[in-house]
């Protein structure tokens, strides 16, 4: 049994400033075995991934490898240690060179070849694409290949180096189903040669039609290891989102139900797509009312609050507000007709770092009154206090530049831009993400209160518990697609779990 | 969006086009009976005196003179090397170059020989043996300096005390036009007060003459390696109010011969301008008429007849017959 | 006292400003007369003021204009355009056409402006268009206009380096009779003006910081980014036809190859040299102007130095290398380190003296 196991990471923990990202987490892989490693964003996967390859030093813990037999302690301080220790990952995206032949990309940079032999490597080459199979000429430029080739090359060149362990991250991501078949067979090849592979991906089909076991982290911590047969799909959901099925005793239903009135929607869009929301779709939110778009992630629901401020190009569909018909072509359109939008990447699409608090509260109401209006310091000041002080925004002073703040305390100033633009509806996507317990609830308790003051809120979060606990509706996605919308007593965890597992309730 | 995005693209399209436009290369018509030949020069643009130079060539070496020409204007040698070898190729019977630069000409004048194509060198000598080229027609970047120098001698000034602006450092006009100067000042009998270079630029030449101003240093005689150097050292000294030229208190000597610089001379506000004469065609087109009248020529290295125009005796003819440019 | 050394430690401007500072210290102890200013006849009758001083502020002004529209480029569009200097011949070459072919009047001479802004906002919006809607890294965008636009001037000018004369020329590129200052010195100080008035009533200031730091953000709060970025260039281009024209009527002459010769690295550089960061976002213009003078200062003084020539870049170097250093943010937190070990013991000494 021992000899089986090829690596073994025990109580690995890592804290970075101010999160802590793996506490005593194991993880234990097989000889020639597919062992899915599982969780939300942020839970820990892909910390855990850089611990063992070295690129991050971990705090504690230790981690075993098999060598000649027997299982013994490493300690890999950077990835190209990791590389010949045999530990190879490939990545979503591909880090090879593209203007370089398939033989080039599976032997440069590799090790002592100082001097390249061009005939025996591309022999050498031939004869691994040969074994497994992969299609391609060892002299065929790599860029003339299709990304799973591409990406099997990748996995070629990792393999060459014989490896023991082999990482996959997310590598079907950008594949389409003939290629990820593909893809699979080359994997199960190398299972049966012996190699463990761990395999981080999104799609839990996928999990389900090739790995063995499945281990799965949430916040960090270690919340089991599974045989995949014994593991259904909702409740591996469950798992990864931290709610056991059973368990739907301790929530508190919102007290906000949308009133069926004769008036017209705040937002009411018909048939609305954009670039990256390809299947169009219908969606309408009431005066006061908190609806959300639920799903894993990657099921489409940023892409469809993205599409409602237009935040992507607009490709087609109907919007009416307050029962009027308005077009809505760009984010300046959407903030005129009093929507406002809190991205869910803070750093990429919400804050503006360099500048400071002050000037990151009064951007959108400023763009709103226009070019050729500034406010003049002494307003801007006025409304940023006013709304550090609402909001308890925690800055050593408002002309801060807004990167020296914890991330509870961005999310607030970006909230407080919007509320300053007074809006009628407003989208707030992971407002919660990344930031810690007291501010979230903070967060919720402003949403549940805004709600009352009449303003229409649409809000995502990965933590089921939040939505349950301040929507009055829920719109569940899968796969780009609306696949259910769940309102009062449908609301249960339950529910939404089947849902999104696309399985019957 | 989208028609502002059309515009934009109208925009970039004209901007284009017009590039394309002057950048347009001449064609040489057929015509039988002609004198092939094939030139290589430095493109018009690099300064006005190729400009002048180039024109100077268009107008000997055309149809009428009963030339068949093509041209190619590079200031890169390897390009410049292939364009050569190229009208050879295409059977010249001439070959006129400017080189860019002085080496690695040798290769393709032999292969001239060969095919037995003649071969002249124009504006400037690059490093071959002279029996690879029939003749040399040049102009002497130091003869110029000496020139001037030895008129300034004549002019039996109480003292000299110089103002130098400097053209681009390394430049065949910078080191022959700097180093007859330099003499006098390493032999005492003229005082260097600045030595500075303002690459050829009007504006830098105007601040290097006002730092001197602002220091306080005496100086009678400012030389300028080229006109345009020497209309920015005048603007200093005006903003001063230091009177120059004839009659004033500094001498101002210039080179290159633009029409603009001589009609200064006339007007008494330069006192010296000295000829770099761009106009070796009429004499390479001499040498090829004998050559094709079966004649010998006598000289292989000509350096152009070049000349100066002083204050005194400059004339309107003068500037109409040798200035350049307008 | 702490905290002002502090701040003034960290303002954008403080590396420059001390830099400018020991420029100026230096002179006065080589030639303790180096800033004095004299009043003199100039050759048309005029009392004009001339000095060392008045040399740097009159040399500096059209590198100067030219470093505000840089400054706006740098920061929205995260790269500079190199193709300043050339566009600014193309410019000058359009305005000498114009004066040449009518007699200079001046409503001529404002139709030659106008038309010179005209054609260099056309060629600058050619290269806002590449970088800001086809997404062209600004130095490659700009090549394309730093490599042709010489040529395009030469071809505008037909080859010759064509001079002009009148009064009024004269007196926009040196003195307006009965003004003893020069009047680059004054367009620029117009300038300045104007575009601090810009910065203080339009958002022109924040929304480029904005595009410059978080494309992402700006898209997403109402700013065009495209928009922006081209407003830049616009703006830039009428510095660009302005530092132009500035310079052909202090010479009176147009040559497409010399004029503003290596001015767009001169430009960056006073953009570096006032702390803007090349890699866009935040920005300071005042920053970018002083950048100027301590160029043109830096380079009188090599002249009043009598550098040899062949020396003078390599002292221009030396020098920026080591102003841009000095700002380089590991030095600056090496200062501030060292201010508080070295005064660490201050405050108690303070507590004492309260005590006592």
Redesign the interface.
């Known amino acids: 049994m021992q000899n089986d196991v090829v690596l073994s990471m025990r109580n690995i923990s890592k804290s970075f400033p101010g999160v802590r990202a793996l506490q005593n987490v194991d993880f234990t892989l097989r000889k020639g075995e597919i062992h899915a490693l599982m969780g939300e964003n942020g839970a820990g996967k892909s910390t855990l991934i850089k611990v063992l390859t070295g690129v991050h030093p971990k705090d504690s813990g230790q981690v075993f490898l098999n060598i000649d037999g027997s299982l013994r302690e490493i300690h890999v301080k950077s990835p190209y240690e990791a590389q010949n220790l045999g530990i190879s990952t490939v990545y979503q995206e591909i880090t090879l060179c593209p203007n370089l032949t398939v033989a080039e990309n599976m032997f440069i940079g590799r090790g002592s070849y100082h001097t390249v032999n061009w005939r025996q490597m591309k022999k050498r080459a031939a004869e691994i694409l040969e074994k497994l199979k992969i299609p391609a000429r060892a002299t065929q430029q790599l860029d003339t290949c299709s990304i799973a080739v591409q990406q099997m090359v990748a996995i070629a060149r990792a393999v060459d180096m014989d490896c023991k362990v082999l990482i996959l991250d997310e590598p079907t991501s950008s594949l389409d189903e003939q290629e990820v078949a593909r893809l699979f067979s080359l994997m199960r090849d190398l299972k049966a040669r012996g190699v463990g592979i761990i395999f981080i991906t999104h799609f839990l089909e996928q999990v389900y039609e090739i790995c063995d076991r499945i281990t799965v982290l949430r916040n960090g911590e270690l919340v089991g290891e599974y045989e995949v047969k014994d593991l259904p799909r909702v409740q591996l959901i469950s798992k990864m989102m931290g709610k056991d099925l059973e368990d739907v005793s301790a929530l508190k239903k919102s007290q906000l139900m949308a009133e069926e009135t004769n008036e017209p929607p705040v937002y009411e869009a018909v048939g609305l797509s954009s670039i990256n929301c390809s299947n169009a779709f219908d969606f309408k939110i009431r005066k006061g009312e908190v609806n959300g778009f639920t799903g894993l992630l990657g099921s489409g629901r940023s892409e469809s609050v993205r599409a409602i401020f237009a935040a992507d190009r607009i490709t087609g569909g109907k919007i009416r507000i307050n029962g009027k018909d308005v077009k809505i072509k760009k984010p300046k359109d959407a903030m005129k007709h009093g929507i406002g939008y809190l991205p869910e990447d803070r750093k990429r699409d919400g804050i503006v770092e360099d500048l400071s608090v002050r000037e990151n509260i009064i951007l959108a109401l400023q763009v709103m009154k226009g070019f050729f209006r500034p406010f003049s310091r002494a307003e801007a000041e006025a409304f940023a206090d006013k709304y550090i002080k609402l909001l308890g925004i925690k800055t050593a002073s408002m002309d801060t530049p807004i990167k020296s703040l914890s991330g509870g305390n961005q999310q607030k100033a970006i909230l407080a831009r919007w509320l300053l633009t007074n809006p009628q509806y407003l989208i707030l996507d992971e407002p919660t993400r990344g930031i810690d317990v007291g501010t979230k609830v903070e967060i919720q308790k402003l949403v549940l209160k805004l709600a009352e003051e009449g303003v229409s809120i649409t809000f995502i979060s990965s933590e089921i518990e939040e939505m349950l606990r301040t929507c009055s509706r829920l719109i569940v996605m899968r796969d780009r697609k609306i696949v259910g919308e769940l309102t009062g007593e449908e609301m249960t965890q339950d529910n939404i779990m089947h849902t999104i597992a696309g399985e019957a309730v | 969006?989208k028609t502002k995005?059309i515009l934009?693209?109208i925009?970039?399209a004209a901007?284009a086009l017009?590039?394309a436009a002057?950048?347009s290369a001449q064609t040489s018509k057929d015509k039988d009976g002609l004198i092939k030949v094939g030139i290589v020069n430095n493109p018009?643009?690099?300064?006005?005196y190729r400009?002048a130079n180039?024109?100077d060539f268009e107008k000997v070496f055309s149809e009428a003179n009963g030339y068949k020409v093509s041209t190619f204007y590079s200031l890169k040698n390897d390009e410049q090397l292939n364009a050569a070898q190229q009208f050879i190729t295409d059977g010249v019977d001439y070959l006129l170059i400017s080189a860019a630069a002085t080496d690695g000409w040798t290769n393709v004048l032999e292969n001239a020989k060969k095919a037995g194509v003649k071969v002249f060198l124009f504006d400037r000598m690059m490093n071959v043996d002279q029996s690879l080229f029939e003749a040399a027609v040049i102009s002497n970047m130091e003869a110029q300096g000496r020139m001037a120098v030895q008129w300034l001698l004549d002019q039996k000034l109480p003292e000299y005390n110089v103002v130098h602006i400097?053209g681009a450092?390394g430049s065949d006009a910078q080191i022959g036009r700097t180093k007859p100067l330099d003499e006098q000042f390493a032999n005492g009998t003229m005082k260097k007060v600045?030595?500075?270079?303002a690459?050829?630029?009007?504006?830098?030449a105007?601040?290097?003459v006002?730092?001197?101003?602002?220091?306080?240093e005496k100086f009678n005689v400012i030389y300028a390696e080229n006109d345009?150097m020497a209309?920015?050292a005048v603007?200093a000294?005006?903003?001063?109010?230091?009177?120059h030229g004839k009659n004033g208190d500094v001498v101002i000597i210039g080179f290159d011969f633009?029409k603009?610089a001589l009609r200064e001379v006339l007007a008494g506000n330069w006192n010296l301008d000295v000829q770099c004469s761009p106009f070796q065609a009429q004499k390479i087109h001499e040498m090829i008429q004998t050559l094709e009248k079966g004649g010998q020529l006598t000289e292989k290295i000509v350096i152009n007849e070049e000349r100066y125009f002083d204050c005194n005796t400059i004339t309107q003819a003068d500037i109409d017959k040798y200035g350049?440019?307008? | 006292m702490g905290s002002l050394f502090k701040k003034m430690a960290r303002s954008q401007l403080a590396i420059p400003l001390f830099a400018l500072f020991l420029l100026v210290v230096f002179n006065l102890i080589r030639d303790p007369e180096f800033f004095s200013i004299t009043i003199a006849t100039n050759n048309d009758g005029n009392a004009v003021l001339s000095g060392n001083l008045i040399s740097i502020l009159n040399g500096a002004s059209a590198i100067a204009i030219l470093s505000i529209g840089m400054t706006l480029i740098t920061s929205s569009c995260k790269g500079q355009d190199i193709s300043v200097a050339a566009v600014a011949a193309i410019a000058g070459s359009v305005f000498v056409s114009v004066l040449r072919a009518n007699e200079i009047t001046i409503p001529v001479f404002l139709l030659a402006f106008l038309l010179s802004c005209v054609v260099s906002v056309l060629f600058s919006l050619f290269n806002g268009v590449l970088v800001a809607v086809f997404k062209i890294q600004p130095m490659i965008a700009t090549l394309i206009l730093f490599s042709a636009g010489r040529s395009i001037a030469y071809w505008i000018n037909g080859g010759a380096t064509p001079t002009v004369s009148s009064p009024l020329l004269t007196s926009i590129g040196g003195f307006i009779p009965g003004i003893p200052i020069p009047t680059p010195i004054l367009i620029m100080v117009i300038f300045l003006i104007l575009i601090t008035l810009v910065l203080r009533f339009t958002n022109l200031g924040l929304y480029t910081q904005v595009v410059g730091i978080n494309e992402g953000t700006a898209h997403l709060n109402g700013i065009s980014p495209v928009w922006i970025k081209l407003i830049a260039f616009i703006i830039s281009g009428v510095c660009v036809a302005t530092a132009g024209c500035i310079t052909v009527c202090r010479i009176g002459l147009i040559n497409h190859e010399t004029l503003l010769l290596d001015a767009e690295m001169d430009v960056i550089l006073a953009v570096a040299i006032g702390g803007n960061a090349l890699s866009g976002g935040k920005f300071n213009l005042y920053g970018s102007v002083i950048g100027a003078y301590i160029i043109q200062a830096l380079t009188v003084t090599l002249y009043a130095m009598k550098v040899p020539s062949a020396a003078v870049k390599a002292y221009k170097a030396i020098v920026i290398i080591l102003i841009v250093v000095c700002s380089s943010p590991v030095v600056k937190d090496f200062v501030v380190r060292m201010y508080k070990k070295m005064f660490k013991k201050q405050p108690e000494k303070e507590v004492q003296a309260k005590a006592a």
């Open positions: 969006m995005k934009a693209l925009l970039a901007l017009s590039l002057c950048g018009p643009s690099e300064s006005g400009a180039v024109a400097q450092m600045v030595q500075q270079t690459t050829w630029d009007e504006a830098t105007k601040q290097i006002e730092s001197v101003i602002n220091s306080g345009g209309k920015g603007a000294l005006d903003e001063a109010g230091i009177t633009n603009w350049i440019g307008d």
